[in-house]
């Protein structure tokens, strides 16, 4: 059997396929939705595609981490569907909606769990609700 192929795929594509909003090319992203389903190919999803689509859900469809959410961890586990950072965004999606957080601080505190970094941030917010990283403020430069 041949090896079906890989395309990456776009916000726009993914919003269309969750909404359902845009009768044309809603059906045209069910469609390759389906395609992947049926192993004729593979779909896959870079992260920062997945940001801008929490982006975009939030800003024009009024989306929450609690509708999102769930949402992106069904998406990233159908059949054909990819993201070449599961390992680590699946974990970022969980603390989104349990944490209430801003997507891209989950993401990269997701990452910097993942690979054992530290995060330094001036953001506050972050530092308070991440405790499960090390996150704090950069050093200031000692003045010589």
Known sequence: MARPNSVA???NVIVRFLTGDDP???SAATELFRAANAG???LIIPTPILQET???LETYYDGTPDTIAPKLM???SLTGVTCPD???VLDGIQWYRAKNADFGDALLCAFAR???YEVNTFD???IRKFTEITATEPAKAKAK
Do not use: P, T
């Open 86 to 88: 599961a390992r680590w």
């Open 54 to 56: 929490v982006y975009v």
């Open 9 to 11: 795929i776009d916000a």
């Open 124 to 126: 506050k917010e972050l």
């Open 114 to 116: 993942h690979h054992d």
């Open 74 to 76: 069904s998406l990233l």
């Open 24 to 26: 044309v090319q809603s």
């Open 40 to 42: 004729r190919v593979n």
